[in-house]
């Protein structure tokens, strides 16, 4: 196999089998016959010999190993293994009442343990202050249920491999609707989930009209109030515009392309949007690498690229026999619907190896016709399946009922976040820009510093060298370095390009994909919130079924992290708590902007000069650093526990002045301590950057959602 340094990194890490002493025991070819050896068996179901079980292992095994197609993570992860939960995504319910909250907290649980990632509708239960029948009490409301999903992710982690990851939605007329776009302004809080509005055609309407819109019980279907439709969206825009969530799907554009209207509307997608589903359904997903495809010509190999959509259909409906489900329910709709989801990655890949910039015309071109072939001959493929082993199960009720050769597979194809296969595939993410063209990667305590091969190609075909370093000084972009024109039109990084061009991009794809597409726009620093708002509408006119978007330096977390901190306003607003330790009364003062902590203070009782001195410069310290991007709760998490010897002996329990200032920090932000991605990498303290709706490591690719 030919693979990166980098690839062999990741997949030693986290995909390699190890022992009980965590040395690894298989190579990445070991690792590729496990997945395509398993993988294949599921031929036998339908009359398969040893033969042909054989041939398609072999080809399995080479599409894989030639990095053509790669199935999701927990294919690779667990395929052949003591684990055998190959989906990505799963949708759960939430029933309004307690029973089936809890148990979808326990499901949830049961589901992340294996390496799945949930998405939930939170639409569906009563608003805060509504009657409770059974005890006549009052609803806490799904903002305070969101914090309990929320806290037990915290306790899990996937197999060992990765944090749960999550997927919150809440319908634009719920009655708490306000609540859950403010659920996560606080940084750090609700940090397992991410959120999105369920938007209906009939707000955006009333949005453009200037209308009033209902509010309605979700119980009993009463409306509660109204709201200017407008303001609403502004409100969703603004927090947008400040930290990157919530995000937005539009539902009634996503169940127009529900195949299974009988079974039910679609109310929840997967964690980064992708992918739709209806409550108990999973879904297996892979992706082709574009860059393979394009030849000594610049021309699109279409003959070959049919030939990997038909393996890689084959394999992905293989998947669903092949799954073993971590609860119950799960073992019915995905067996009965065979959703599958093929995308791809390497786009910007390919866009550069036929000398075409991702915002012009061309690509928009190339993006509709790629995706319109795979997305054909995915559905032949599927038809051609289902000759030999029959149609989904539930065809009769979907709308292929009435087609005299009906698919195998309800969907077919999906756009998911690549960041780790992309990674293994040595080539870009999803159908995103690049984000930037050289950076910094620890490995083995060592700094390296890379340049984008196909850069580095294109230049030393031109006679032009690019000082690196150089490169990285300018964050990764070439538009303002010496090198020719027609070399910095095709490497445009994500900033250079206009939200709009991305939105375009993100359609194109979109009109030829079976379920939806995962990506970000990304808007500049200066952006508006009006930026923001136009996002939204042209997103909905170009009928995306969602859309993320992230200004740039909107969090104190900021994704790509610069390490320059920011300019103290000239005023400020805080608060200051009174903590008992053991050297004497401590008052820690922290100011806020914008709603991020920005600075603090901290002034102990009748200490001697050496204390005052050494909380001064911890605090001048703590506020650098939230100023530069270090996340709040990394901070707090280092100041927790530290013990001096003059403990408090109160019911407060403060170990020492540090332990008292992340105490408040605590206290002030409402963050819980946990493993959580900020402005750098936990792994490998690289570059982290919001891209197909997730946070991910240019350095070592860490990524929250796999």
């Given at each position: 196999?030919e693979?990166?340094?980098n690839?062999?990194?990741?997949?030693?890490?986290?995909?390699?089998?190890?022992?009980?002493?965590?040395?690894?025991?298989?190579?990445?070819?070991?690792?590729?016959?496990r997945?395509?050896?398993?993988?294949?068996?599921?031929?036998?179901?339908?009359?398969?010999?040893?033969?042909?079980?054989?041939?398609?292992?072999?080809?399995?095994?080479?599409?894989?190993?030639?990095?053509?197609?790669?199935?999701?993570?927990?294919?690779?992860?667990?395929?052949?293994?003591?684990?055998?939960?190959?989906?990505?995504?799963?949708?759960?319910?939430?029933?309004?009442?307690?029973?089936?909250?809890?148990?979808?907290?326990?499901?949830?649980?049961?589901?992340?343990?294996?390496?799945?990632?949930?998405?939930?509708?939170?639409?569906?239960?009563?608003?805060?202050?509504?009657?409770?029948?059974?005890?006549?009490?009052?609803?806490?409301?799904?903002?305070?249920?969101?914090?309990?999903?929320?806290?037990?992710?915290?306790?899990?982690?996937?197999?060992?491999?990765?944090?749960?990851?999550?997927?919150?939605?809440?319908?634009?007329?719920?009655?708490?609707?306000?609540?859950?776009?403010?659920?996560?302004?606080?940084?750090?809080?609700?940090?397992?989930?991410?959120?999105?509005?369920?938007?209906?055609?009939?707000?955006?309407?009333?949005?453009?009209?200037?209308?009033?819109?209902?509010?309605?019980n979700?119980?009993?279907?009463?409306?509660?109030?109204?709201?200017?439709?407008?303001?609403?969206?502004?409100?969703?825009?603004?927090?947008?515009?400040?930290?990157?969530?919530?995000?937005?799907?539009?539902?009634?554009?996503?169940?127009?392309?529900?195949?299974?209207?009988?079974?039910?509307?679609?109310?929840?997608?997967?964690?980064?949007?992708?992918?739709?589903?209806?409550?108990?359904?999973?879904?297996?997903?892979?992706?082709?690498?574009?860059?393979?495809?394009?030849?000594?010509?610049?021309?699109?190999?279409?003959?070959?690229?049919?030939?990997?959509?038909?393996?890689?259909?084959?394999?992905?409906?293989?998947?669903?026999?092949?799954?073993?489900?971590?609860?119950?329910?799960?073992?019915?709709?995905?067996?009965?619907?065979?959703?599958?989801?093929?995308?791809?990655?390497?786009?910007?890949?390919?866009?550069?190896?036929?000398?075409?910039?991702?915002?012009?015309?061309q690509?928009?071109?190339?993006?509709?016709a790629?995706?319109?072939?795979?997305?054909?001959?995915?559905l032949?493929?599927?038809?051609?399946?289902?000759?030999?082993?029959?149609?989904?199960?539930?065809?009769?009720?979907?709308?292929?009922?009435?087609?005299?050769?009906?698919?195998?597979?309800?969907?077919?194809?999906?756009?998911?976040?690549t960041?780790?296969?992309?990674m293994?595939?040595?080539?870009?993410?999803?159908?995103?820009?690049?984000?930037?063209?050289a950076?910094?990667?620890?490995?083995l305590?060592?700094?390296?510093?890379?340049m984008?091969?196909?850069?580095?190609?294109?230049l030393?075909?031109?006679?032009?060298e690019?000082?690196?370093?150089?490169l990285?000084?300018?964050?990764?972009?070439?538009?303002?370095?010496?090198?020719?024109?027609?070399?910095?039109?095709?490497?445009k990084?994500?900033?250079?390009?206009?939200?709009?061009?991305?939105?375009?991009?993100?359609?194109?794809?979109?009109?030829?994909?079976?379920?939806?597409?995962?990506?970000?726009?990304?808007l500049?620093?200066?952006?508006t919130?009006?930026?923001?708002?136009?996002?939204?509408?042209?997103?909905?006119?170009?009928?995306?079924?969602?859309i993320?978007?992230y200004?740039?330096?909107?969090?104190?977390?900021?994704?790509?992290s610069?390490?320059?901190?920011?300019?103290?306003?000239?005023?400020m607003?805080?608060?200051?708590?009174?903590?008992?330790?053991?050297?004497?009364?401590?008052?820690?003062?922290?100011?806020s902007?914008?709603?991020?902590?920005?600075?603090?203070?901290?002034?102990?009782?009748?200490?001697?000069?050496?204390?005052?001195?050494n909380?001064?410069?911890?605090?001048?310290?703590?506020?650098?650093?939230?100023?530069?991007?270090?996340?709040v709760?990394?901070?707090?998490?280092?100041?927790?526990?530290?013990?001096?010897?003059?403990?408090?002996?109160?019911?407060?329990?403060?170990?020492?002045?540090?332990?008292?200032?992340?105490?408040?920090?605590?206290?002030?932000?409402?963050?819980?301590?946990?493993?959580?991605?900020?402005?750098?990498?936990?792994?490998?303290?690289?570059?982290?950057?919001?891209?197909?709706?997730?946070?991910?490591?240019?350095?070592?690719?860490?990524?929250?959602?796999?």
């Amino acid at each position: 196999m030919e693979l990166s340094d980098n690839a062999k990194i990741l997949l030693e890490d986290r995909y390699l089998k190890k022992d009980e002493k965590g040395a690894v025991t298989e190579t990445p070819e070991d690792l590729f016959k496990r997945v395509a050896n398993n993988i294949a068996q599921a031929d036998k179901k339908y009359g398969a010999k040893k033969k042909q079980v054989t041939k398609t292992e072999k080809e399995f095994y080479e599409v894989m190993t030639k990095l053509k197609f790669l199935p999701n993570s927990p294919t690779l992860f667990n395929a052949g293994r003591k684990f055998q939960q190959l989906s990505a995504c799963f949708v759960l319910p939430i029933p309004d009442s307690m029973e089936g909250i809890f148990k979808a907290i326990y499901d949830m649980a049961m589901i992340q343990k294996s390496g799945g990632g949930t998405g939930f509708a939170f639409s569906n239960l009563r608003p805060s202050g509504d009657i409770v029948t059974s005890s006549m009490g009052k609803s806490s409301g799904p903002i305070s249920f969101l914090h309990a999903f929320n806290a037990a992710t915290d306790t899990i982690k996937q197999g060992g491999m990765r944090r749960g990851a999550n997927m919150g939605v809440m319908h634009i007329s719920h009655p708490d609707i306000e609540k859950f776009i403010d659920a996560k302004i606080v940084e750090g809080t609700v940090s397992n989930f991410n959120l999105s509005i369920g938007i209906s055609d009939e707000f955006m309407q009333k949005v453009k009209s200037r209308e009033k819109f209902a509010l309605k019980n979700p119980r009993d279907g009463t409306v509660s109030g109204f709201v200017e439709a407008r303001n609403l969206l502004d409100k969703i825009a603004l927090n947008a515009w400040k930290t990157g969530e919530p995000g937005v799907v539009f539902l009634d554009l996503i169940n127009e392309g529900n195949p299974l209207p009988e079974m039910g509307e679609i109310q929840a997608t997967n964690p980064c949007g992708e992918q739709p589903l209806l409550p108990y359904e999973s879904c297996n997903l892979g992706s082709i690498n574009l860059s393979k495809f394009v030849d000594d010509k610049g021309e699109i190999d279409y003959d070959e690229l049919r030939d990997i959509v038909h393996t890689a259909i084959h394999f992905l409906d293989n998947v669903i026999d092949m799954n073993e489900y971590p609860i119950p329910e799960l073992e019915e709709l995905p067996i009965a619907n065979r959703k599958i989801g093929l995308g791809i990655m390497g786009f910007t890949d390919m866009l550069v190896k036929m000398d075409i910039p991702y915002d012009s015309a061309q690509a928009i071109h190339i993006a509709t016709a790629v995706m319109d072939f795979i997305n054909t001959e995915a559905l032949e493929a599927s038809c051609l399946l289902a000759q030999e082993r029959g149609p989904f199960p539930n065809f009769d009720k979907s709308i292929y009922s009435d087609w005299d050769e009906p698919p195998r597979n309800a969907t077919r194809t999906t756009i998911a976040p690549t960041g780790s296969l992309s990674m293994i595939a040595d080539c870009s993410s999803g159908i995103e820009p690049y984000f930037a063209l050289a950076y910094k990667r620890n490995v083995l305590d060592k700094e390296l510093t890379e340049m984008n091969p196909l850069l580095e190609e294109v230049l030393k075909k031109r006679g032009y060298e690019l000082d690196v370093d150089e490169l990285i000084e300018n964050k990764g972009n070439v538009q303002k370095m010496n090198i020719p024109d027609e070399v910095k039109r095709i490497f445009k990084t994500s900033h250079d390009i206009k939200p709009e061009d991305h939105i375009k991009i993100q359609a194109a794809f979109q009109s030829n994909v079976d379920n939806a597409v995962s990506k970000t726009i990304n808007l500049p620093n200066q952006a508006t919130v009006e930026d923001v708002i136009d996002s939204y509408v042209l997103a909905w006119e170009q009928e995306c079924k969602g859309i993320t978007v992230y200004r740039d330096g909107s969090r104190v977390v900021q994704v790509l992290s610069t390490g320059t901190p920011k300019k103290r306003p000239r005023k400020m607003s805080g608060t200051t708590l009174k903590l008992q330790t053991g050297c004497g009364s401590l008052y820690v003062t922290i100011n806020s902007n914008d709603n991020q902590i920005f600075e603090v203070f901290a002034n102990i009782g009748k200490s001697g000069g050496c204390a005052i001195a050494n909380t001064e410069a911890l605090c001048r310290t703590i506020s650098t650093g939230l100023r530069a991007g270090v996340p709040v709760d990394t901070i707090i998490k280092q100041l927790r526990g530290i013990r001096c010897p003059s403990p408090s002996m109160d019911k407060s329990a403060i170990l020492s002045c540090p332990d008292a200032i992340g105490q408040a920090l605590q206290e002030y932000s409402e963050v819980k301590v946990k493993e959580k991605v900020g402005g750098a990498c936990p792994y490998c303290s690289g570059q982290l950057v919001f891209e197909e709706g997730c946070v991910h490591c240019l350095g070592c690719n860490f990524t929250r959602c796999g």
